[in-house]
RNA sequence: GCCGCGUUGGUCAAUCGGCUAAGACGCCUCCCUUUCACGGAGGAAUGACGGGUUCGAUUCCCGUACGUGGUACCA
């Protein structure tokens, strides 16, 4: 049998770095079975739509290099994947379980239900659930003659479709990841199948849907666990119980501090992205930022998801996406959560800018860059420059894309002296000398390069009986502004000499 | 509260009964570098607790504690 996974986003949002986990591991798993990775937009919740969303999760996944073989965009042989599009099929299914008496109607309204919920009461902080020991409390065709059902739903009446949950009933299943586990059925309250405004619920949806799209494989966030019994009851009620997919609740993306997990929320705070992509709220115009936009690599990205979770027994930690295929295996997933480090996701980032070549990265720098050179001088360059030396001198210096800017600067722009006590403290008229002395020797000098720059420079020296080390610092910073970057003289040769005669006669006055 | 799931350094984690408990991130020290990084060499830091089973438990079982998820006409 083809293996067949799914991911079924809620269009909702931001699309969180643990979506997009899950979507890897399934991805990976269908890849390394020769499967399809099939994407469904589970919109069953009209009023949590939200414009944009769906465009938005189908960006963040091409940008990641994870695109589904199946989709609403791509479409496939078991479209429509968008289960609005789907609303009709659902109630067939429904009516099934009302005729074989695993789901029954009920009309109760919200505050029926809220009215229950406190009356029955467990205890002081719990709310009693509607299950089998309130329904019969309740206005539904268990407790209504048949007669008065037909009637009440003749007349318009809104209802919805509950799951009947079986007492005393030991629900197994097994989870590639965890093992067995099983639930007592009398502890899981009805839920509802069908909502009134005829929409399913996620779990009449998803086992219908898993179903009809011949679904082998099902991974989804461990929040899912405890609705599990509610599924597998349902295969087993709809006569599919063989065709039922395998199950892998995948562990959670904790927050770094305290407890709890992942959300936006923690992002904002602790001030790293959650999302995989820059997303603008359309109803707030508030954008979250997202680490393509924070200057991520996708394969760096996409490595880090990986190693999130999931080892592969060996010390190997950086990964392709084809070696990722080869080496996942789903049973080797933590069955704990993990607390996110953004530190760590940063060392992944640093490694594949080091591991890239110096055209790519020059491609990829090539925006901040320019980005930034628009609030600078006029005269300012990029152009001038082979993009791809300027990267090379700097790039282990750089662990996110906008690194180039700030650790390069000095290349595109005359910079702001920030360290002007390195230069002034000890400052003294042999020095101030020695520089505008040098300044003339320069003009003369033919070979702009480097080597015979720091010669030259060395030489005059020693007519001033100056050390070296009284000299560097302060030169480096009437060149770059700041007590950092390569080697002076390979600076002083790629910004020419005009320029550098420029930058040190600005510090002698 | 109840139910599920989980628990190895600050973090990610290896180990599938033999441990002097890998490796990585981060941190610290030193070297390299007349800057900052990179790189190199070191270092500190771990089995939640209590019972079993066993010649031997981090590993298996049972409790407890703690964490986390669920307990919606949300997914």
């Known amino acids: 049998m083809k293996v067949r996974v799914r991911f079924a986003p809620s269009p909702t949002g931001g699309l969180h770095l643990g979506g997009v986990r899950t979507v890897l591991y399934n991805y990976l798993f269908a890849r390394a079975h020769g499967g399809e990775f099939i994407l469904r937009i589970e919109d069953t919740d009209q009023s949590r739509y939200v414009e944009g969303a769906e465009q938005y999760i189908m960006d963040c ?10 989709s609403a965009e791509k479409g496939g042989p078991y479209a429509p994947y968008r289960q609005s599009e789907r609303k009709q099929l659902y109630r067939e299914y429904a009516e099934k379980l009302l005729e074989s008496g695993h789901a029954y109607v009920a009309f109760d309204t919200t505050e ?14 719990t709310p009693a659930q509607y299950d089998h020991r309130t329904r019969g409390l309740m206005l539904n065709s268990l407790t209504l003659p048949t007669e008065r059902v037909n009637e009440l739903i003749a007349s318009g009446t809104p209802y919805v479709v509950r799951i009947k949950m079986p007492e005393n009933h030991t629900v197994k299943l097994t989870d590639m990841i965890r093992g067995e586990i099983s639930f007592d059925s009398s502890l899981v309250d009805d839920k509802v199948l069908l909502k009134a405004d005829g929409m399913p619920t996620y779990h009449l949806a998803v086992v219908v849907d898993d179903y009809l799209m011949k679904i082998t494989h099902a991974f989804r966030g461990e929040e899912w666990l405890p609705s599990a019994p509610v599924h597998v009851l349902l295969w087993e009620y709809l006569g599919w119980k063989s065709h039922m997919p395998q199950w892998a609740h995948l562990p959670l993306i904790l927050k770094p501090d305290g407890n709890g997990k992942l959300s936006k929320r923690d992002g904002d705070r602790l001030g790293f992205p959650v999302f ?29 998801l990986a190693m999130l979770g999931w080892n592969s027994g060996t010390e190997q930690e950086i990964f ?8 996942f295996s789903i049973e080797r997933v933590h069955k704990g959560g993990a607390k996110f480090d953004f530190e760590k996701a940063k060392w992944f980032n640093h490694q594949y800018i080091q591991h890239t070549d110096d055209a790519k990265l020059a491609e990829l720098a090539k925006p901040y860059i320019e980005e930034e050179l628009k609030s600078q001088p006029a005269d300012s360059r990029l152009t001038t420059y082979d993009l791809r030396l300027v990267v090379s001198l700097i790039k282990d210096r750089c662990t996110l894309l906008p690194d180039f800017w700030s650790q390069g600067h000095f290349f595109f722009a005359t910079p702001e002296i920030k360290e002007e006590a390195a230069i002034k403290d000890k400052w003294n008229d042999q020095k101030q000398q020695f520089f505008t002395n040098w300044l003339t020797e320069i003009q003369n000098l033919l070979d702009w390069t480097a080597i015979p720059i720091e010669t030259n420079f060395t030489e005059l020296l020693a007519k001033y009986g100056l050390k070296k080390g009284d000299v560097m610092l302060p030169l480096r910073v009437m060149l770059v502004g700041g007590k950092y970057g390569p080697g002076v003289f390979t600076i002083a040769e790629v910004i020419g000499k005009e320029e550098t005669i420029k930058r040190i006669k600005r510090v002698l006055g």
């Open 61 to 70: 996944l091409r940008w990641c290099g994870l695109e589904p073989d199946e």
């Open 112 to 125: 029926d239900i809220e009215k229950m919920r406190k009356d029955q009461r467990i205890d002081e902080h």
């Open 276 to 304: 995989a992509m820059n997303w603008t709220d359309p109803k707030t115009g508030e954008t979250t930022k997202g680490f393509k936009e924070m200057g991520f690599l996708p394969q760096a990205f996409v490595n880090m």
């Open 320 to 327: 392709s996406l084809e070696e990722l295929v080869k080496a």
